[in-house]
């Protein structure tokens, strides 16, 4: 490959990369509608080729305030603690999962830590293909349609097979 024709490659998967962000705005925009546990298949040319469903949101664990929570672990782990008043990064993984565990950051003793926090993020889209997906895309592009055909003209529901364009 010469770096002309490499040039040109990467210049074209940069544009098929903008068109595909384009599209996938789109679709998500038309499915903003769906709450969480909603799942809509995917069918294209009479074959499903994957499903699209709203997850909640995933929890997360949260310092609110450093100084403070580190003041809070020494209290209650003082090995735990670094002498410039912070949490060690390994410990503070083990309290995430511990607030993960129990709903929030709780010592030994039952005491709920202030200065750190769960919070659910926003619920988000999760789209998984098929196994078949490779072949039913293969099929129709051999067809004769292109990428953005199969996206722009597959009528609303359709199910049937896609024939061959002339």
Request: proline share 3%; hydrophobic share 40%; net charge negative.
């Given at each position: ?19 595909v962000?384009?599209w996938?705005d ?6 903003s509608?769906?709450v ?14 994957g499903t699209?469903t709203?997850?909640?949101?995933k ?5 609110i305030d450093?100084?403070?929570?580190a003041?809070w672990?020494?209290?209650r782990?003082p ?15 083990a ?6 565990k129990?709903?929030a950051l ?10 750190a ?6 619920p988000?889209?999760m789209?998984?293909?098929n ?5 039913v ?5 051999y067809?004769?349609?292109t ?10 529901g359709h199910?049937g097979?896609?024939e061959?364009?002339?």
């Amino acid at each position: 490959m010469t770096n002309r024709t490499a040039a040109t490659k990467l210049a074209v998967c940069k544009w098929i990369r903008g068109q595909v962000g384009k599209w996938e705005d789109e679709a998500k925009a038309e499915l903003s509608d769906m709450v969480a546990g909603d799942r809509q298949a995917a069918l294209l040319g009479g074959h499903k080729i994957g499903t699209v469903t709203m997850c909640e949101g995933k929890r997360e664990f949260r310092v609110i305030d450093d100084n403070r929570l580190a003041e809070w672990v020494a209290e209650r782990w003082p090995d735990e603690v670094e002498h410039i008043v912070r949490v060690r990064p390994a410990f503070l993984r083990a309290l995430a999962d511990r607030a993960l565990k129990h709903g929030a950051l709780i010592d030994d003793a039952g005491e709920v830590c202030p200065w750190a926090e769960l919070r659910h993020g926003e619920p988000y889209l999760m789209t998984r293909t098929n196994r078949d997906m490779d072949a039913v895309i293969e099929d129709l592009l051999y067809k004769g349609y292109t990428i953005e055909s199969i996206i722009r003209e597959l009528p609303e529901g359709h199910v049937g097979s896609f024939e061959e364009v002339g």
